[in-house]
């Protein structure tokens, strides 16, 4: 069983700029499909960016030019920079991965909450 935990959420104001990380305990992540989603109260789970192993990116149009997925394989970790953030950016934020091309793959973090006051 893969296990992905996230750190790095909190309280930052509008404008202001938090990097979420994710460590995985896989030793085959460089094959993995990774993404970040998010989650607000009373709303969906939506995919915020994603990374494939091949390296093509995608991102929700709400954080393009705002927020940066990457990932490090030598070290089993991905990272979300998210800077210009925004009220509407408050929400839980997950990690995932997994097999395949697109997400969501099979394995999701516990969260971490960041939330962005006005």
């Known amino acids: 069983q893969v296990q992905l935990v996230e750190s790095g959420g909190g309280l930052v104001q509008a404008g202001g700029s938090l990097r979420l990380s994710c460590t995985t305990s896989t030793s085959i992540f460089a094959i993995y499909t990774i993404a970040w989603y998010r989650q607000a109260p009373g709303q969906q789970r939506e995919l915020v960016a994603t990374?494939?192993?091949?390296?093509?990116?995608r991102y929700a149009d709400s954080v393009r030019d705002r927020f940066t997925i990457s990932r490090d394989n030598s070290k089993n970790m991905m990272y979300l920079q998210m800077n210009s953030l925004k009220p509407e950016d408050t929400a839980v934020y997950y990690c995932?991965?997994?097999?395949?091309?697109?997400?969501?793959?099979?394995?999701w973090g516990q969260g971490t909450q960041v939330t962005v006051s006005s």
């Open positions: 990374v494939s192993s091949r390296g093509t990116t």
């Open positions: 995932n991965a997994g097999f395949g091309q697109t997400p969501p793959g099979t394995y």
